[in-house]
């Protein structure tokens, strides 16, 4: 509910927000140019208005501008004229003429250049706008890093996610500063926020209405430095009642000219300081460095309203479509999901629908948004993916600490269906948590939690009529897979390690696929066919022919690479893997990206320990590749044999001449003597328990068996030394993608 709240105002008021953003940035500039051509000089009011008396003569009013630039108003044959001075001599250095441009601008900011108050009004709603999103922004930024004390913490997820929010943490307080301000004057224009200030202090006063004196040697002047004035109105000598008007930063007040003395002074009221201090911080005048701050972030209003509005058009297009989703006031049945692509969205949506036509009014939901469980809600059904070995999936992150915040639901029976891959050792962990979790907030389980394993549709059936039979109804189930968009790349190339068809491994590389044809036709194709965005370690997902579920492939390239490369090893019996083993160059394959942002080398100088076996070296290779800066990275690598299981054997080797690589040490199980990658990783302990202690990251890819071999292995190596695998995984160094 928060991001619709947060995306809606920014969708519908985007171009009244660039428009007075881009306004605001521009008029920032000029306090600051105007600060550059003004000389600092200390001296009293007295003195100023002596020198420029003495060299302008009729001089009417002096002003001090915010940006300290003396400014003479006076008469010139009944002509009024104004000239910037010299404060030091009281010289005319130039004609004084407002900023036609400055003026333009400052119309557009504040009133659309429209007259009346309905442009004003515009300009006011616009700021208001402005400080809605900037806070629900700020408090959504909140909710993804996990709470307010993580906002300084590492930004994750797609690129384009990161950029909004890297950007948006650093400039949301500084347009919530120029929001804020805007509202206030706003209010303040309108008269619905007071001004201050009372009656002027020259009303019940008279002068002595004797000869003038010096105007350099009055005291009342002399008590008032210059950088404290706004403006002086010397008195009219041709009337001897009339008096010296001043007006400082502090208040206002009137001398009279026969004595030099102070006749009334009236300091600013608490709605007067106010009021000039929310003008200064939202113009910058006053504080040119603060406006040229504020104006810098304005700039930012334009890429985070673009940024914003292609991540709201992307999760439109991703979004799963609910048919006749009832709103969740009126529903009797919740439906929450957990998806880390959107797969178990299909599973799903044909639940809503058969649980509709059953005659349940049911609301389905992302399990990020669950909503206050309301009396008339008397099931909950969740269906969740686990993401990994047991993480929670993206649409699930924050599940659990909601809950766990909202109120108990004892009335309410709930049912969980976990989807996950059973080479797992925590097979559905996440799915289990959550089951645990509802029971520890009072709800009541109607049975165990149910599995499924690789979005096995018979299974799903299964599980549907057990929660019929549980619920006493009859679900007349229609699935159809919820695919995602894909990508055609054609295979470039191919490496082949082995011997044995039936068991080869290969590394594919594709490119987005070309079309025959010639002409336009052609060129628009291969301009529009670029590789999506991906970082290596993301994972390809591969719809094999006639398959209703992807296949999942780490990825050795990144998008920058320019090809799509993954290491496939030919599993007599798999679905995809003997296809994509079997693939001539100039095939084709429908794929798309899911981002694995969990498996990254941390930011850092700290080493790396690389841990992979066969197909596992794909991403491993990846970082490798990419470390540019030379960071220390030590690679362990296993194979069956050095003659055809030794994937990228001369690459690494050149790896290691060009210092991208420090160590490379490797383990074949099918040869003399028999030694795996974990007894390596024991033979230097002593020395990967140095590398851990002084911040080293541990990254594992490869089988479950193998990885479970390699944490045991870790466990022994760390023993003693403050640190287990569990605590570095919560730590984030210790990670793992196994298959």
Same mark, same amino acid.
């Given at each position: 509910m928060l991001r619709t709240l947060h995306a809606v105002p920014g969708l519908i008021a985007t171009l009244l927000l660039l428009v007075v953003a881009l306004a605001g940035a521009a008029l920032s500039v000029f306090p600051a140019a105007e600060r550059m051509e003004t000389a600092a000089e200390a001296l009293d009011v007295a003195t100023l208005v002596g020198h420029v008396t #003495?060299? +302008? !003569? /009729? =001089? *009417?009013?002096? =002003?001090?501008? $915010?940006? /300290?630039?003396? +400014? #003479? @108003? @006076? &008469? +010139?044959? *009944? *002509?009024?004229? #104004?000239?910037?001075?010299? !404060?030091?001599?009281? *010289? =005319? &250095? #130039? $004609? @004084?003429? !407002?900023s036609a441009t400055q003026r333009w601008l400052r119309n557009l900011h504040r009133k659309l250049l429209l007259s009346g108050d309905g442009g004003r009004i515009t300009v006011g709603v616009a700021a208001a706008l402005l400080l809605f999103i900037a806070l629900s922004g700020l408090t959504l930024l909140a909710h993804r890093m996990g709470g307010w004390l993580r906002l300084i913490g590492p930004v994750r997820g797609p690129s384009l996610q990161r950029l909004h929010n890297e950007i948006a943490r650093t400039v949301l307080p500084f347009l919530v500063l120029s929001a804020a301000t805007g509202i206030a004057m706003s209010l303040a224009t309108f008269g619905l926020l007071p001004e201050g200030g009372g009656a002027q202090p020259y009303f019940d006063v008279q002068s002595a209405g004797s000869a003038p004196m010096a105007l350099e040697r009055m005291a009342a002047l002399r008590s008032i430095d210059v950088s404290r004035l706004r403006q002086v109105k010397l008195a009219n000598k041709s009337d001897p009642s009339d008096m010296i008007e001043v007006e400082a930063n502090d208040g206002t007040g009137v001398v009279d000219p026969s004595t030099g003395t102070w006749l009334a002074w009236q300091p600013f009221d608490g709605w007067q300081r106010l009021h000039d201090t929310v003008k200064m911080l939202h113009t910058g005048e006053g504080l040119w460095w603060l406006g040229l701050l504020l104006g810098a972030t304005s700039l930012t209003v334009p890429l985070l309203a673009a940024s914003g509005f292609m991540i709201w058009l992307r999760r439109r297009r991703t979004q799963p479509r609910v048919a006749d989703n009832v709103p969740v006031r009126d529903a009797d049945t919740l439906l929450l999901v957990g998806s880390e692509s959107n797969m178990t969205w299909g599973f799903a949506v044909a639940l809503h629908a058969a649980l509709a036509r059953a005659g349940l009014r049911t609301h389905a939901a992302a399990m990020n948004d669950l909503p206050a469980l309301h009396p008339g809600i008397r099931r909950l059904l969740v269906l969740t993916a686990t993401y990994g070995d047991g993480s929670a999936p993206e649409s699930a992150g924050r599940f659990l600490s909601r809950l766990a915040r909202s109120a108990p639901a004892p009335g309410v029976a709930f049912a969980v269906l976990g989807f996950g891959d059973r080479q797992f050792s925590h097979f559905c962990g996440y799915a289990r948590k959550v089951h645990e979790a509802l029971i520890a907030q009072g709800l009541k389980a109607l049975g165990e939690t149910g599995t499924v394993d690789r979005q096995s549709e018979p299974e799903f059936r299964q599980w549907a009529e057990w929660l019929a039979g549980t619920l006493h109804l009859a679900l007349d189930i229609r699935y159809k897979p919820m695919l995602p968009a894909t990508t055609e790349l054609e295979l470039v190339s191919r490496t082949d390690y082995g011997q044995d068809q039936q068991t080869r491994t290969a590394v594919l590389r594709f490119v987005p696929a070309t079309r025959a044809g010639q002409g336009l036709g052609r060129m628009m194709h291969v301009f529009l066919s670029r590789l999506p965005r991906f970082e290596t370690g993301d994972l390809l997902g591969v719809l094999p022919p006639g398959g209703a579920a992807p296949r999942y492939y780490s990825l050795a390239s990144a998008a920058s690479d320019g090809v799509v490369e993954i290491c496939v090893r030919r599993q007599p019996e798999g679905v995809c893997s003997p296809w994509l083993a079997d693939l001539a160059p100039g095939a084709t394959i429908k794929a798309f990206i899911r981002p694995h942002k969990n498996f990254r080398p941390i930011a850092g100088a700290a080493a790396v320990i690389l841990v992979g076996a066969g197909t596992g070296i794909g991403p491993l290779i990846g970082f490798i590749r990419h470390n540019a800066a030379a960071r220390p990275m030590h690679l362990y690598f296993g194979a069956r044999n050095a003659e055809d299981g030794f994937l990228y054997g001369d690459e690494l080797k050149q790896l290691v001449a060009a210092g991208r690589l420090c160590t490379l040490s490797t383990a074949f199980s099918r040869m003399s003597p028999r030694v795996y990658v974990q007894d390596r990783l024991v033979a230097d302990g002593q020395r990967l328990r140095e590398l851990v202690a002084h911040g080293a990251q541990v990254m594992v890819c490869g089988g479950r068996a193998m990885a479970d071999s390699v944490a045991q292995a870790w466990e022994g190596i760390l023993a003693g030394s403050g640190f287990s695998v569990t605590q570095l995984k919560m730590q984030g160094r210790y990670v793992e993608d196994v298959y």
């Amino acid at each position: 509910m928060l991001r619709t709240l947060h995306a809606v105002p920014g969708l519908i008021a985007t171009l009244l927000l660039l428009v007075v953003a881009l306004a605001g940035a521009a008029l920032s500039v000029f306090p600051a140019a105007e600060r550059m051509e003004t000389a600092a000089e200390a001296l009293d009011v007295a003195t100023l208005v002596g020198h420029v008396t #003495a060299r +302008v !003569p /009729g =001089v *009417e009013t002096i =002003v001090r501008r $915010p940006s /300290g630039m003396i +400014v #003479a @108003y @006076y &008469l +010139v044959n *009944e *002509e009024q004229r #104004a000239s910037i001075i010299d !404060p030091a001599t009281g *010289e =005319v &250095l #130039a $004609p @004084y003429q !407002p900023s036609a441009t400055q003026r333009w601008l400052r119309n557009l900011h504040r009133k659309l250049l429209l007259s009346g108050d309905g442009g004003r009004i515009t300009v006011g709603v616009a700021a208001a706008l402005l400080l809605f999103i900037a806070l629900s922004g700020l408090t959504l930024l909140a909710h993804r890093m996990g709470g307010w004390l993580r906002l300084i913490g590492p930004v994750r997820g797609p690129s384009l996610q990161r950029l909004h929010n890297e950007i948006a943490r650093t400039v949301l307080p500084f347009l919530v500063l120029s929001a804020a301000t805007g509202i206030a004057m706003s209010l303040a224009t309108f008269g619905l926020l007071p001004e201050g200030g009372g009656a002027q202090p020259y009303f019940d006063v008279q002068s002595a209405g004797s000869a003038p004196m010096a105007l350099e040697r009055m005291a009342a002047l002399r008590s008032i430095d210059v950088s404290r004035l706004r403006q002086v109105k010397l008195a009219n000598k041709s009337d001897p009642s009339d008096m010296i008007e001043v007006e400082a930063n502090d208040g206002t007040g009137v001398v009279d000219p026969s004595t030099g003395t102070w006749l009334a002074w009236q300091p600013f009221d608490g709605w007067q300081r106010l009021h000039d201090t929310v003008k200064m911080l939202h113009t910058g005048e006053g504080l040119w460095w603060l406006g040229l701050l504020l104006g810098a972030t304005s700039l930012t209003v334009p890429l985070l309203a673009a940024s914003g509005f292609m991540i709201w058009l992307r999760r439109r297009r991703t979004q799963p479509r609910v048919a006749d989703n009832v709103p969740v006031r009126d529903a009797d049945t919740l439906l929450l999901v957990g998806s880390e692509s959107n797969m178990t969205w299909g599973f799903a949506v044909a639940l809503h629908a058969a649980l509709a036509r059953a005659g349940l009014r049911t609301h389905a939901a992302a399990m990020n948004d669950l909503p206050a469980l309301h009396p008339g809600i008397r099931r909950l059904l969740v269906l969740t993916a686990t993401y990994g070995d047991g993480s929670a999936p993206e649409s699930a992150g924050r599940f659990l600490s909601r809950l766990a915040r909202s109120a108990p639901a004892p009335g309410v029976a709930f049912a969980v269906l976990g989807f996950g891959d059973r080479q797992f050792s925590h097979f559905c962990g996440y799915a289990r948590k959550v089951h645990e979790a509802l029971i520890a907030q009072g709800l009541k389980a109607l049975g165990e939690t149910g599995t499924v394993d690789r979005q096995s549709e018979p299974e799903f059936r299964q599980w549907a009529e057990w929660l019929a039979g549980t619920l006493h109804l009859a679900l007349d189930i229609r699935y159809k897979p919820m695919l995602p968009a894909t990508t055609e790349l054609e295979l470039v190339s191919r490496t082949d390690y082995g011997q044995d068809q039936q068991t080869r491994t290969a590394v594919l590389r594709f490119v987005p696929a070309t079309r025959a044809g010639q002409g336009l036709g052609r060129m628009m194709h291969v301009f529009l066919s670029r590789l999506p965005r991906f970082e290596t370690g993301d994972l390809l997902g591969v719809l094999p022919p006639g398959g209703a579920a992807p296949r999942y492939y780490s990825l050795a390239s990144a998008a920058s690479d320019g090809v799509v490369e993954i290491c496939v090893r030919r599993q007599p019996e798999g679905v995809c893997s003997p296809w994509l083993a079997d693939l001539a160059p100039g095939a084709t394959i429908k794929a798309f990206i899911r981002p694995h942002k969990n498996f990254r080398p941390i930011a850092g100088a700290a080493a790396v320990i690389l841990v992979g076996a066969g197909t596992g070296i794909g991403p491993l290779i990846g970082f490798i590749r990419h470390n540019a800066a030379a960071r220390p990275m030590h690679l362990y690598f296993g194979a069956r044999n050095a003659e055809d299981g030794f994937l990228y054997g001369d690459e690494l080797k050149q790896l290691v001449a060009a210092g991208r690589l420090c160590t490379l040490s490797t383990a074949f199980s099918r040869m003399s003597p028999r030694v795996y990658v974990q007894d390596r990783l024991v033979a230097d302990g002593q020395r990967l328990r140095e590398l851990v202690a002084h911040g080293a990251q541990v990254m594992v890819c490869g089988g479950r068996a193998m990885a479970d071999s390699v944490a045991q292995a870790w466990e022994g190596i760390l023993a003693g030394s403050g640190f287990s695998v569990t605590q570095l995984k919560m730590q984030g160094r210790y990670v793992e993608d196994v298959y």
